[in-house]
């Protein structure tokens, strides 16, 4: 299915947040993901349904100051 990540378009097989997270390689990474502007928590993940089209966003905490 086609969804932009990250502002990208991107090719992901994927049904939900979980598995487009392990698509693109982020399934160990510690990540805080959108789907579609709205938050998704860890636990929901699973859950979070995806549609063509949809816009992901999946960011890494940083650090320093």
């Avoid at 993901?33 to 636990?43: D, K, M, P, Q």
């Avoid at 992901?56 to 650090?63: F, G, I, K, T």
Wanted: no cysteine.
């Amino acid at each position: 299915m086609k969804l932009v990540v990250n502002g990208e378009p991107r090719e992901v097989a994927a049904a939900s947040v979980e598995e487009a997270l392990a698509a693109l390689g982020f399934e160990d990474a510690t990540v805080a993901t959108a789907l579609n502007g709205e938050f998704v928590a860890r636990r929901l993940r699973a859950q979070a349904a995806l549609a063509e089209g949809d816009r992901l966003e999946v960011l890494a905490p940083r650090q320093g100051g």
